[in-house]
């Protein structure tokens, strides 16, 4: 006769049952609510044993529901003859003869269910009955609106800690893999999840696919290996885009059935959802959850997925239109860094790191020009500021003194001079530090090998030199001059020194040896440790090796860095 499934009685709606057998002097009473397919006895007395257990009956065999229908009591003296009840199996199966039942109300002031009195036999209802009942049924409906109210409170109660712990999980990841990683974390702590992952729209080259985004750490082999996927229906997350509507399975059985073509050698958990991400109404992706046994959604686990999947839509979007403006910066950044030439007997190698903490482009630069008499000029620089401004000046000032260099075979601190000038006369604002080297060869210096370098210094670290037999020695001879953009008169000097056969140069910006908090010096007696031990490398392999141990993954600051090897030289 019953659904399946039995509902657990409440203590606080039995007793209002009991009070009505008491005050009306009947065998059975009912707190029911009735729902589209069943009414549900949450209060009950005097009901047989086996309905009892149950605590539910189909709408076959409800009373109740014509006073949920109608808003209305309805009073029964005799169901046989009634013609609304009549017909009615619970009068065979339940003994239902005598029925008066009152409305229940929710917070809302919808009629719910009923409070209602039943007797074995035909019973003219009195008045002070009718009274009773009422006044019980208005107590029991308070009961259940504060039920509800404080259910509900609750529910704000939680999804607002579920909103502010997405809100600050997810408002500082700036790229995909941060927003991969805080939702995992997230649904891990939130909904109990074993795994969760994020697989996003993209190109592919039979039509658009769903991309998992990976990030450092996550260790998850199943999603790696169904880490493209078509976007259509022959897979869950493609499904969930297709259909606009999340899918949930109780099981991994069930989508194993559905969707064969998932690689599986590697699955884990039972029960998974798959649900759009949405975000300005553009579908991004979809979001997988995976827990470890199987489970059915609560209304608690709706709230938090809604939430998740609303903030990590949102930070999706932040993360691709900032990827979109580095894909942007990172070409305009390589259109500043030159090619460089390949004058006889030198060998010349440069990299450039972007700092972590801000877009790829920044106002550190290197170049090397070979001029018309052959000689080759190199230049290393640092542009004050952090940012696409700065990025704007350096691209100005690299053309301006390579056309310079190019165009007037001159003393490096008379052409420094004159591009601190002409950022004056052309209203370039701002400031640089700056080596400028010229690498120069008499006559004599042809039969042994050598090498003069000249060289000024505004305001920048001092070159480096390690010689063939790894001896380093950093050219600090005394003050640098004065930054450019500082003085465009300030007086300028030049320096020299002699380069043997098969010695290194080394060219770099401050971010190679600066460290907060600690004293230059350190860092420059730090970095003539490392060039010294990678010496005899190739030039690149050369600068490879000492950014690999003076510049960790996240800088703190740009840093470009330009090598020289000086070759041996034959007399002819």
């Given at each position: 006769?019953?659904?399946?499934?039995?509902?657990?009685?409440d203590?606080?709606?039995?007793?209002?049952?009991?009070?009505?057998?008491r005050a009306?002097?009947v065998?059975?009473?009912?707190?029911?609510l009735?729902?589209?397919?069943?009414?549900?006895?949450?209060g009950?007395?005097g009901?047989?044993?086996?309905?009892?257990?149950e605590?539910?009956?189909p709408?076959?065999?409800s009373?109740?529901q014509h006073?949920?229908?109608?808003r209305?009591?309805?009073v029964v003296?005799?169901?046989?003859?009634?013609?609304r009840?009549?017909?009615?199996?619970?009068?065979?199966?339940?003994?239902v003869?005598?029925y008066a039942g009152?409305p229940?109300?929710?917070?809302?002031?919808?009629v719910?269910g009923?409070?209602?009195?039943i007797?074995h036999?035909?019973?003219?209802w009195s008045d002070?009955?009718?009274?009773?009942?009422a006044?019980?049924?208005a107590?029991c409906?308070t009961e259940l609106?504060?039920?509800a109210?404080?259910s509900?409170?609750?529910?704000?109660s939680?999804?607002?800690r579920?909103?502010?712990?997405?809100?600050?999980?997810?408002s500082?990841?700036?790229?995909?893999?941060?927003?991969?990683?805080?939702?995992?974390q997230t649904?891990?702590?939130?909904?109990?999840c074993?795994r969760?992952?994020?697989?996003l729209?993209a190109?592919?080259?039979?039509?658009?696919v769903l991309s998992y985004?990976?990030?450092?750490g996550a260790g998850?082999?199943?999603?790696?290996?169904?880490?493209?996927l078509?976007l259509?229906e022959?897979n869950?997350?493609?499904?969930?885009?297709?259909r606009?509507?999340?899918?949930?399975f109780?099981?991994?059985?069930?989508?194993?059935?559905?969707?064969p073509h998932l690689?599986t050698?590697?699955?884990?958990g039972?029960?998974?959802?798959?649900v759009?991400?949405?975000s300005?109404?553009?579908?991004?992706?979809t979001l997988a959850?995976?827990w470890e046994?199987?489970?059915?959604?609560s209304?608690?686990d709706?709230?938090?997925?809604?939430?998740?999947?609303?903030y990590?839509a949102?930070a999706?979007?932040?993360a691709?239109?900032?990827q979109?403006?580095?894909?942007?910066?990172v070409?305009?950044?390589n259109s500043l860094?030159?090619?460089?030439p390949?004058?006889?007997?030198?060998?010349l190698?440069?990299?450039?790191?972007?700092?972590?903490?801000r877009?790829q482009?920044?106002?550190?630069w290197?170049?090397?020009?070979?001029m018309?008499?052959?000689?080759?000029?190199l230049?290393?620089g640092?542009?004050v500021?952090?940012d696409?401004?700065a990025?704007a000046?350096?691209?100005?000032l690299r053309t301006m003194?390579?056309?310079i260099?190019w165009?007037?075979?001159?003393?490096?601190s008379?052409n420094?001079t004159?591009?601190?000038?002409?950022?004056?006369d052309l209203?370039v604002d701002g400031?640089?530090?700056l080596?400028?080297?010229?690498?120069?060869q008499?006559?004599?210096?042809?039969t042994?090998g050598?090498?003069?370098?000249?060289?000024?210094n505004?305001?920048?670290?001092?070159?480096l030199?390690?010689?063939a037999?790894?001896?380093?020695?950093l050219?600090?001879?005394?003050?640098?001059?004065?930054?450019?953009?500082?003085d465009p008169?300030?007086e300028r000097?030049?320096?020299r020194?002699?380069?043997?056969?098969?010695s290194?140069l080394?060219?770099?910006?401050?971010?190679?040896v600066e460290r907060?908090g600690?004293?230059?010096d350190?860092g420059?007696?730090?970095?003539?440790s490392?060039?010294?031990r990678?010496?005899?490398?190739?030039?690149?392999?050369?600068l490879?090796?000492?950014l690999?141990e003076?510049?960790?993954?996240r800088?703190?600051?740009?840093?470009?860095?330009?090598?020289?090897?000086?070759?041996d030289?034959?007399?002819?």
């Amino acid at each position: 006769m019953s659904p399946a499934g039995a509902v657990r009685a409440d203590p606080s709606f039995d007793r209002y049952a009991r009070m009505v057998c008491r005050a009306l002097d009947v065998p059975v009473a009912l707190v029911s609510l009735v729902e589209p397919d069943r009414q549900v006895l949450t209060g009950a007395c005097g009901l047989p044993p086996e309905v009892d257990a149950e605590r539910q009956t189909p709408l076959s065999h409800s009373f109740c529901q014509h006073v949920v229908a109608d808003r209305a009591p309805l009073v029964v003296d005799d169901a046989r003859t009634h013609p609304r009840v009549r017909d009615n199996p619970a009068i065979r199966d339940l003994a239902v003869i005598a029925y008066a039942g009152w409305p229940i109300t929710d917070h809302t002031g919808t009629v719910v269910g009923s409070l209602c009195a039943i007797a074995h036999e035909p019973r003219s209802w009195s008045d002070g009955d009718l009274e009773m009942l009422a006044d019980l049924a208005a107590a029991c409906s308070t009961e259940l609106s504060e039920r509800a109210m404080r259910s509900a409170e609750q529910d704000l109660s939680y999804r607002s800690r579920v909103l502010l712990a997405l809100s600050e999980a997810l408002s500082s990841t700036r790229d995909l893999a941060d927003v991969a990683r805080a939702v995992e974390q997230t649904a891990l702590v939130h909904l109990g999840c074993l795994r969760a992952g994020i697989w996003l729209r993209a190109g592919g080259e039979h039509g658009e696919v769903l991309s998992y985004v990976d990030y450092p750490g996550a260790g998850w082999a199943s999603a790696h290996n169904n880490r493209v996927l078509p976007l259509d229906e022959t897979n869950p997350l493609g499904s969930a885009i297709v259909r606009r509507h999340p899918l949930h399975f109780g099981d991994k059985d069930l989508q194993n059935r559905l969707y064969p073509h998932l690689d599986t050698s590697q699955q884990v958990g039972d029960a998974r959802s798959f649900v759009p991400l949405v975000s300005r109404d553009r579908v991004l992706g979809t979001l997988a959850l995976l827990w470890e046994t199987d489970r059915r959604l609560s209304d608690e686990d709706r709230v938090t997925i809604e939430a998740l999947t609303s903030y990590a839509a949102q930070a999706l979007q932040r993360a691709l239109l900032v990827q979109e403006r580095l894909d942007a910066l990172v070409t305009l950044q390589n259109s500043l860094l030159p090619r460089l030439p390949e004058p006889a007997d030198l060998e010349l190698a440069a990299r450039y790191r972007p700092a972590a903490s801000r877009d790829q482009v920044g106002g550190d630069w290197y170049d090397a020009v070979v001029m018309p008499s052959g000689l080759t000029c190199l230049m290393v620089g640092d542009v004050v500021g952090h940012d696409i401004g700065a990025a704007a000046i350096m691209g100005q000032l690299r053309t301006m003194l390579r056309a310079i260099a190019w165009a007037v075979d001159d003393a490096p601190s008379r052409n420094v001079t004159r591009l601190d000038q002409a950022m004056q006369d052309l209203t370039v604002d701002g400031m640089a530090s700056l080596v400028y080297a010229r690498i120069e060869q008499s006559a004599q210096q042809r039969t042994t090998g050598e090498r003069t370098l000249r060289w000024t210094n505004a305001g920048h670290p001092p070159p480096l030199v390690v010689t063939a037999g790894g001896t380093v020695t950093l050219l600090a001879d005394g003050v640098p001059d004065l930054m450019l953009g500082v003085d465009p008169d300030g007086e300028r000097d030049d320096r020299r020194t002699t380069i043997a056969s098969g010695s290194l140069l080394l060219l770099y910006t401050d971010g190679l040896v600066e460290r907060r908090g600690e004293d230059i010096d350190d860092g420059l007696h730090r970095l003539a440790s490392v060039a010294g031990r990678h010496h005899g490398l190739p030039v690149g392999e050369f600068l490879d090796a000492v950014l690999a141990e003076l510049a960790p993954e996240r800088l703190d600051d740009d840093v470009a860095v330009l090598a020289v090897r000086f070759h041996d030289q034959h007399p002819g």
